[in-house]
């Protein structure tokens, strides 16, 4: 990894328009400056600007790697979401825009929401949920899942959401790893027309979760009744969140919380090995997410923000529910697919709302590429002011296309890398300030400290190798739920003379001026006659070429070089897989990059194998590309596209 060949040439640059920079929360680099010269300053500054029932004694506390911010501080998550709005004149305005998949609307005002927070705060209460208890929240992409999660920062209990995607055995594990005492689920949801069947896959979990005591089911029926997701209520056990909601009052004091309190836990899957379940806490959390939306998306009081992720993805923790909440800002949240009922559902969307920022995933502007430019052709995107990108790196012909079709070229992109347990953007451009590259996230924010590293921890100023994050922050994960050991030893053990040094699991390449390149987790690089080359580089090569929608680059065990490329490549609407093309599109990446990076195999593949993130599993990729018996497809959207890959790479080899 301390060398990985720098390839792919990018001389595209984008400053900040001179319009966007004028009216910009952030306008120079003045925020940086104070940061480098003192970061644990910095986010004191920050923190003050959140409301407290106590102040702090301590910023920060760092023995690594265990970091404590802002002790003896006392704050609640959902009185600075709501409370603080009320007081200042928002109660009016709308906190939540919401759009079910079957076409049924609701607007939440924030005096709206805090009522309805208020009140399941107080059914929690009622079903003995103390301060502390973990509650598990099971939910479509409805205003009940944002709901539930304030109701629990309001008592003080820890929430673990689970997406509405998930198997009833993801849902058994997560809520034993924590042994909740509660669940939060709904009769069904929507998904391409199709009702997923929430309420059952509980059931089925439940019959092996001694810990929950109480199931409470949310009755998603606002548009007929839920397809056949009739539900079995156990006495006793289960309860309809409406009825109890009726009898419930809606006074309910903000639990003084301790800085350092247990906010929510988020599981993710690693590579190996069960999930993690990733515990996030109460101030450091909320100044992270607090200051970042504020200061990457550039929010302002009239702005209308769109974060596509789901609530049971960090991105959807962060910037659809708590960072844009804390700023009084209004968010759309729509719960299904974007193709349904028709490919232009997200630009009908952005139209009707008036969208102004957009935030959405690199998986999902491949989609939108490879389905035409005539569906968001067809709807008025003239309120976008800003565009995001999280997930994955993006390759930087995709971001062409995201700047040019949905932003008309006017719109700032912000590429923002972070993970769940970085709790909130670390990686990213400012977009009044910073001038962009198509496929670089480009510099630590203010407060964060990025290097890139050889195994040895020395540092590389310009080339490929390790990513690092050489200080602690305040939304930084505090450890994972129960297991400490694993919290030190997969991302404080990369350096051992260096225990104060956070390993992502990402490399990453810097260039002259020091823009970060995040190439991928660092078990997706390859190494061809002793090349390192990023998955990254060959697939953004491959994704250039007219024809091609997406595309996944995988080694393979090769007797003379070590490893050999193997792409998986689907095809933009109106094309056809023919060995021409094949040969065609191996050339291509010979002429991009050079000709060690020509793919060795290049299969055709309708579909991709993701996980319900929508991140691309080169790990099965490899094992189809190796003749191995699949690993792990657990956490796949659809396990069936592999399958069907694994039939055909057999068939192309015989
Ligand atoms: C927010 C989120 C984290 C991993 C991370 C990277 C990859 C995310 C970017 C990115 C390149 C980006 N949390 N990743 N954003 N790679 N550029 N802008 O996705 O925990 O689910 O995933 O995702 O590998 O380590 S996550």
């Known amino acids: 990894m301390t060398d990985i060949d720098v390839l792919l040439s990018e001389s595209r640059r984008f400053p900040p328009p001179a319009d966007f920079t004028a009216d910009a929360q952030v306008r120079d680099r003045t925020l940086h400056a104070a940061a480098a010269a003192d970061d644990v300053a910095y986010w004191a500054d920050q923190a003050s600007t959140l409301l407290w029932q106590r102040p702090w004694d301590t910023a920060l506390e760092w023995t690594p790697p265990h970091a404590r911010w802002f002790t003896g501080g006392q704050l609640n998550v959902s009185e600075n979401c709501l409370d603080r709005h009320l007081a200042a004149g928002r109660g009016n305005k709308a906190a939540i825009v919401w759009e079910g998949e079957p076409g049924d609307r ?5 005096w709206e929401l805090a009522r309805e927070v208020r009140t399941f705060a107080n059914v929690l209460l009622g079903l003995g949920v103390r301060k502390g208890d973990r509650v598990g929240i099971y939910l479509p992409l409805i205003p009940e899942a944002a709901i539930a999660m304030l109701a629990c920062a309001r008592i003080g209990a820890i929430h673990s959401v689970v997406f509405g995607g998930f198997s009833p055995e993801s849902l058994r594990d997560r809520m034993n790893d924590a042994a909740a005492s509660v669940v939060i689920t709904a009769d069904g949801g929507y998904r391409r027309g199709q009702v997923v069947p929430l309420k059952r896959n509980t059931d089925k979990a439940l019959a092996e979760c001694p810990s929950v005591r109480h199931v409470v089911v ?35 004091a903000p639990a003084a919380m301790d800085a350092e309190d247990v906010l929510f836990i988020l599981y993710t899957s690693g590579t190996t090995g069960k999930p993690k379940g990733i515990v996030h ?25 769109w974060c596509t992720a789901d609530v049971g993805w960090i991105t959807g923790h962060t910037y659809l529910v708590y960072g844009p909440l804390a700023n009084g800002a209004t968010c759309v949240m729509y719960e299904g697919a974007p ?19 957009l935030y959405t995933a690199p998986t999902a502007i491949r989609a939108f590429m490879k389905w035409g430019d005539e569906h968001p052709r067809r709807h008025d995107l003239s309120r976008l002011r800003l565009l995001g990108s999280v997930g994955e790196p993006i390759n930087p012909e995709a971001w062409m296309w995201y700047h040019e079709v949905i932003g008309g070229g006017r719109c700032p992109i912000v590429d ?25 996230a480009t ?18 100023p310009v080339g490929g190798g390790l990513l690092a994050l050489t200080r602690p922050w305040p939304s930084m994960l505090r450890t994972i739920w129960g297991d400490d050991a694993r919290y030190v030893q997969t991302y404080f053990s990369k350096w051992p003379d260096r225990p104060d040094l956070y390993f992502p699991g990402d490399g990453a390449k810097r260039d002259e001026d020091g823009y970060f390149w995040v190439l991928g987790r660092v078990d997706d690089v390859l190494n061809v006659a ?18 091609v929608a997406e595309a996944a680059v995988v080694g393979k065990a090769h007797e ?24 065609d599109l191996r050339s291509f990446v010979a002429t991009k990059i050079g000709a060690l990076a020509r793919p060795d195999d290049l299969l055709f593949s309708a579909d991709l194998p993701k996980t319900r993130s929508g991140k691309i599993m080169r790990r099965l990729l490899r094992d189809i590309a190796e003749g191995r018996a699949l690993g792990d497809t657990t956490t796949l959207a659809d396990p069936s596209v592999v399958a069907a890959l694994k039939d055909q790479y057999a068939d192309q080899e015989g």
Do not use: N
Request: glycine share 10%; aromatic share 8%; hydrophobic share 35%.
């Open 106 to 110: 609701r607007t939440l005002t924030y």
């Open 218 to 252: 949310v009755q998603r029926r606002s548009t007929g009744p839920i397809g056949d997701a009739h539900v079995e209520m156990v006495e006793g056990r289960d309860h309809w969140y409406h009825e109890l909601m009726r009898k419930a009052s809606d006074v309910c």
């Open 281 to 305: 806490t109460t101030g450091g959390y909320l100044v992270g997410a607090a200051s970042s939306t504020r200061m990457v998306f550039d929010l302002r009081e009239d702005d209308v923000f």
């Open 339 to 357: 193709d349904w009922p028709e490919r232009d559902r997200f630009w009908d969307l952005c139209a009707r709302h008036g969208v102004t920022i």
């Open 416 to 440: 923002t890398w972070w993970q769940t347990e970085t709790g909130s953007i670390v990686l990213s451009p400012l977009p009044g300030v910073t001038t962009t590259k198509p496929g670089s």
């Open 443 to 460: 510099e630590p924010l203010p407060g964060y400290r990025a290097a890139l590293l050889d195994a040895a921890a020395g540092e590389i």
């Open 530 to 547: 002793g090349h390192r080359i990023g998955t990254m580089e060959v697939e953004s090569a491959l994704v250039e070429h007219p024809a």
């Open 560 to 583: 003379v070089k070590g490893q050999a490329i193997c792409a998986f490549v689907t095809l933009r609407d109106g094309h056809t897989p023919t060995s021409a093309l094949r040969d």
